[in-house]
Structures are given as structure tokens and as C-alpha cells.
């Protein structure tokens, strides 16, 4: 049995990786563009626009409680934010923020405005440490309209995070 000339084995494994490399470069380049390489990037959900808001309420206060089944764990809990749309054009979004300096959140959802309507805003709960000492703290609740055409804001209070026991 005769085995091949290893130089020859080399060179020949050598100009096939150069080969797939090469081959893969072309299919996903710029150039050819035929094999697309992860996801397309994602349309951003705001744009250019205006809306215009009847009105901004929380269904609730904000409260510090104990997490379940004894872990230790606190949490900040948001009730839902309402916002009342008359009127949209454009893309623009609703942003529904949380801010606690000292327990350290800073929280925030979006949502996109499509049409006029009531829209709700609902946050997951933010776990804090449970080292929190005191029985309430002070945030800022803000809910805003945003655009590449500007920012205004909706709603904006002050408010104190209690401890619900």
C-alpha cells in the first residue's frame, strides 16, 4: 500500500480551506450577498411623528414587598400606566419610566403608537436588595411621547415607594 506524498497532502488540504474560505466570503459578502449571515436588523418602532394624549394615569401606587416562598428577595411592583391617544401620525412610541435612586432602579417599557386608542403599559416587577433599610423611598414616574421629531412628556409625578407588608 502507497501512501501519498504528505507535501502533497498538505498543499492539497491548504488550497481546499482557502477554497471554503474564499467561497464563504463571496456568498456572504457584500458583493454576491446570497447566503445571509444572523437576523436582518430589526426596524426601529420609532420614527418621525406626533401624538396627541388625552390622558395618563397609574392604576395603582408603587410598592416594595417581599418576594414569595420566602427568598429573601424584595420587590418593586408598578402598577399599569392608561394613556388615553387621540391622535397619531408618523412612529412614534410611548415610554412608561421608573426611576428610584436609592434602591438603585431605573426601569422602562415601550409601545409603539399605531393608532389612536387607549393603550396599557404594564412593567415587570424589579427585585431590590433586601438590605433595603427603610420603609418607603422617593421615585419619579414619567410617561412620555417619543419621536425623532421631539419628546413630551405625559405624565410626571413624584412618588413614594412603600413597603407593602
Same mark, same amino acid.
Given at each position: 500500500?502507497?501512501?501519498?506524498? =504528505? @507535501?502533497?497532502?498538505?498543499?492539497?488540504?491548504?488550497?481546499? &480551506?482557502?477554497?471554503?474560505?474564499?467561497?464563504?466570503?463571496?456568498?456572504?459578502? *457584500?458583493?454576491?450577498?446570497?447566503? =445571509?449571515?444572523?437576523? =436582518?436588523?430589526?426596524?426601529?418602532?420609532?420614527?418621525?411623528?406626533? $401624538?396627541? %394624549?388625552?390622558?395618563?394615569?397609574?392604576?395603582?401606587?408603587?410598592?416594595?414587598?417581599?418576594?414569595?416562598?420566602?427568598?429573601?428577595?424584595?420587590?418593586?411592583?408598578?402598577?399599569? $400606566?392608561?394613556?388615553?391617544? @387621540?391622535?397619531?401620525?408618523?412612529?412614534?412610541?410611548?415610554?412608561?419610566?421608573?426611576?428610584? *435612586?436609592?434602591?438603585?432602579?431605573?426601569?422602562?417599557?415601550?409601545?409603539?403608537?399605531?393608532?389612536?386608542?387607549?393603550?396599557?403599559?404594564?412593567?415587570?416587577?424589579? $427585585?431590590?436588595?433586601?438590605? $433595603?433599610?427603610?420603609?418607603? +423611598?422617593?421615585?419619579?414616574?414619567?410617561?412620555?411621547?417619543?419621536? +425623532?421629531?421631539?419628546?413630551? &412628556? %405625559?405624565?410626571?409625578?413624584?412618588?413614594?415607594?412603600?413597603?407593602?407588608?
Amino acid at each position: 500500500m502507497e501512501f501519498p506524498d =504528505p @507535501a502533497t497532502t498538505a498543499q492539497l488540504t491548504a488550497t481546499a &480551506t482557502v477554497a471554503v474560505v474564499l467561497t464563504g466570503t463571496l456568498l456572504t459578502g *457584500p458583493l454576491l450577498g446570497v447566503v =445571509p449571515l444572523g437576523d =436582518p436588523p430589526a426596524e426601529s418602532d420609532i420614527g418621525d411623528g406626533t $401624538a396627541t %394624549v388625552e390622558s395618563a394615569s397609574l392604576s395603582g401606587s408603587v410598592t416594595l414587598s417581599d418576594g414569595r416562598f420566602g427568598t429573601g428577595v424584595r420587590y418593586v411592583r408598578m402598577p399599569a $400606566a392608561t394613556v388615553d391617544v @387621540a391622535s397619531t401620525t408618523g412612529r412614534s412610541r410611548l415610554v412608561y419610566r421608573l426611576v428610584v *435612586p436609592e434602591l438603585d432602579v431605573e426601569e422602562s417599557v415601550t409601545k409603539s403608537l399605531d393608532s389612536p386608542g387607549q393603550y396599557r403599559l404594564s412593567m415587570r416587577d424589579v $427585585a431590590v436588595s433586601p438590605d $433595603a433599610s427603610n420603609e418607603s +423611598f422617593e421615585g419619579r414616574v414619567t410617561v412620555t411621547v417619543q419621536s +425623532f421629531a421631539g419628546e413630551q &412628556t %405625559v405624565y410626571d409625578r413624584n412618588v413614594t415607594v412603600e413597603e407593602q407588608r
